[in-house]
């Protein structure tokens, strides 16, 4: 099991850059892949990056180019580097991870974005 706690959130202006973080306790993390979603209204929740226990990242093509999303296995920390914001791209922020085996998902609580002038 693991436990997932998000930060780096706030108000941006457009244009502007930001880096969100994944801190994780508990379980092996280094094994498990990692994704940020993020949300804007109702339930759904949108896949922006993912990366998995290699290192092989996916990003949503609305945030390719400009996000980057890494990861610190020996600090259990996954980061998403946010540059050129776009008003768009204001939503809560969730960190999503799954692990290998038993497939078992967990979210984080999420940290808001808001890209406003």
């Known amino acids: 099991q693991v436990q997932l706690v998000e930060s780096g959130g706030g108000l941006v202006q457009p244009g502007g850059s930001l880096r969100l973080s994944c801190a994780a306790s508990g379980s092996i993390f280094s094994i498990y892949a990692v994704d940020w979603y993020r949300q804007v209204l109702g339930p759904q929740r949108e896949l922006v990056a993912g990366?998995?226990?290699?290192?092989?990242?996916n990003y949503a093509d609305s945030v390719n180019g400009r996000f980057t999303i890494s990861r610190d296995n020996a600090k259990k920390m996954v980061y998403l580097q946010m540059n050129s914001l776009k008003p768009e791209d204001t939503a809560v922020y969730y960190c999503?991870?799954?692990?290998?085996?038993?497939?078992?998902?967990?979210w984080g609580q999420g940290t808001q974005v808001t890209v406003s002038s």
């Open positions: 999503h991870a799954v692990q290998p085996f038993s497939k078992n998902e967990y």
């Open positions: 990366i998995n226990s290699g290192g092989k990242t």
